[in-house]
C-alpha cells in the first residue's frame, strides 16, 4: 500500500514540476518575444540563413568530393569517366 501511495505522489509531483517548467518556458518566451510579428520576422530570417548556409555548405562538400576524386583518376578507371563526365557537365552549364 505504501508503494502505490508513493507512486501517486511521485506522479502529482512530477506534474507540478513540469507544469512550472511549462509556466517558466512560457514567460521567459513572452518576455524576450513580446510581438508575434517580432517572432515571425526572426524566423523568416532565420530560415534564409540556414538556407543559403546549407547551400553554400553543400557547394562545398560537392566540389570537395570532385576535387578528391579526381586526384584517384589514374589508379581507377571508373573516377576517370566520372571525372570526364562532370568536365563536360560543368563545360555545358559555363557556356
Given amino acids: 500500500m505504501k508503494k502505490v501511495a508513493k507512486k501517486v505522489v511521485d506522479t502529482a509531483k512530477a506534474k507540478r514540476e513540469q507544469s512550472a517548467r511549462y509556466r517558466l518556458l512560457e514567460e521567459l518566451f513572452n518576455d524576450f518575444n513580446r510581438s508575434r510579428s517580432e517572432v515571425y520576422r526572426l524566423n523568416f530570417i532565420r530560415g ?4 543559403l548556409g546549407s ?36 563545360q555545358v552549364d559555363a557556356e
Fill in 48 to 51: 534564409i540563413i540556414f538556407g
Fill in 55 to 90: 547551400a553554400l555548405g553543400g557547394t562545398v562538400v560537392i566540389a570537395l568530393i570532385v576535387w578528391l576524386l579526381s586526384l584517384f583518376t589514374d589508379i581507377f578507371p571508373f573516377f576517370s569517366g566520372l571525372s570526364e563526365a562532370v568536365d563536360r557537365a560543368v
